[in-house]
């Protein structure tokens, strides 16, 4: 066991911290190092597995980043944008693999992000699941099948706790549909319609968001022509989706060259 890579844990107490200190504690391919929340969080201090009331695992809760990723082979980080900002700069120095799940990144973040891939791999993915993946790869492959007739449309559904909209998966599927179309995302977004649009514009790809109850992740992309639609549909019912990939992520980042990597890298997809 202490040759298996160690792992920190970060936003221990999240719906997907939680879960990923158990997977990481239970499994036999890595060791739980650390588990970190924010300072002043009423867990910091306490066994994290008495935290989340289950049996004590042995790891204290700590609000020390610099301290954890010392002693860490792995980081995976399911947080907030400012947060996984600050950790990939500490995890580079720290010349630990960072797992990225968060989501709501902007483009200065991302650019951080890529500074910080300089030093140390990075693997970040919108969605870590094994099936998301695949129905980016299917998604890329019907746009450029088609074309502009069909308008495509991407609507997602998800819990009520979400706090960023299009969620990160529906534009990982954005990307991938406007990159079969040999298009720029960035020109063709439109999100959120509501009150007097105007009629839609030919080759715009639409993001729209549903959030209600304790939805894990669902997505659609539609592609709408006269007469025909096609639906690609992926729906998450369980976290231990993400959990599984975030875990794979970080034993495939093991010993490769520095870069910012994704999922598709680790699946070979
Ligand atoms: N890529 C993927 O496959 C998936 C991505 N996600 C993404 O992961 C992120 C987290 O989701 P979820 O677990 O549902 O969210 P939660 O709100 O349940 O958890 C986020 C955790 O991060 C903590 N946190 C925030 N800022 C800091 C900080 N500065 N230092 C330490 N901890 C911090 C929060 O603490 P506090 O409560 O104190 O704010 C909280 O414990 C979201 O961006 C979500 O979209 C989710 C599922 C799958
Ligand atoms: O916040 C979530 O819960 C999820 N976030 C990711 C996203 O933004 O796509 C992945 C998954 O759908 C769950």
Same mark, same amino acid.
């Given at each position: 066991m202490a040759d298996t890579p160690g792992i920190v844990i970060t936003g221990a107490s999240g719906r997907m911290?939680?879960?990923? =200190?158990? +997977?990481?504690a239970? %499994?036999?391919?890595?060791? $739980?190092?650390?588990? @970190?929340? *924010?300072?002043?969080?009423?867990?910091?201090?306490?066994?994290?597995?008495?935290?989340?009331?289950?049996?004590?695992?042995?790891?204290?809760?700590?609000?020390?980043?610099?301290a954890a990723f010392a002693k860490a082979q792995a980081v995976i980080d399911f947080t907030a944008p400012a947060a996984t900002v600050?950790?990939?700069?500490?995890?580079a120095q720290a010349r630990a693999v960072h797992v990225i799940g968060t989501t709501g990144l902007s483009?200065?973040?991302?650019?951080?992000?890529?500074?910080?891939?300089?030093?140390?791999?990075? =693997?970040? +993915?919108?969605?870590? %699941?094994?099936?998301?993946? $695949?129905?980016?790869? @299917?998604? *890329?492959?019907?746009a450029a099948a088609l074309d502009a007739d069909f308008d495509i449309e991407i609507v997602e559904a998800h819990h009520r706790h979400k706090v960023d909209a299009p969620s990160g998966t529906a534009l990982m599927l954005g990307e991938a549909a406007a990159a079969g179309r040999g298009v720029d995302l960035g020109e063709v977004r439109q999100s959120g319609r509501d009150g007097v649009t105007g009629a839609r514009r030919r080759g715009d790809i639409g993001f729209s968001a549903i959030r209600g109850g304790d939805i894990v992740g669902e997505h659609d992309v539609l592609f709408a022509a006269d007469g025909?639609?096609?639906?690609?549909?992926?729906?998450?019912?369980?976290?231990?989706?993400?959990?599984?990939?975030?875990?794979k992520a970080?034993?495939?980042?093991?010993?490769?060259?520095?870069?910012?990597?994704?999922?598709?890298?680790?699946?070979?997809?």
């Open positions: 911290g939680q879960m990923l =200190v158990k +997977a990481v239970a %499994s036999d391919a890595c060791r $739980l190092v650390a588990a @970190l929340e *924010r300072e002043g969080h009423g867990w910091v201090g306490q066994d994290v597995g008495t935290a989340m009331g289950v049996p004590a695992l042995g790891v204290a809760v700590t609000d020390d980043p610099v600050a950790f990939a700069g500490l995890a483009a200065v973040d991302i650019e951080a992000i890529d500074r910080a891939a300089h030093h140390a791999v990075i =693997v970040r +993915a919108g969605n870590m %699941s094994l099936g998301v993946n $695949l129905l980016v790869q @299917l998604t *890329r492959k019907v025909e639609r096609i639906t690609l549909r992926h729906v998450a019912t369980d976290r231990g989706v993400f959990v599984r990939g975030a875990l970080a034993l495939w980042g093991q010993d490769r060259d520095p870069g910012h990597y994704d999922m598709m890298d680790v699946l070979g997809l």
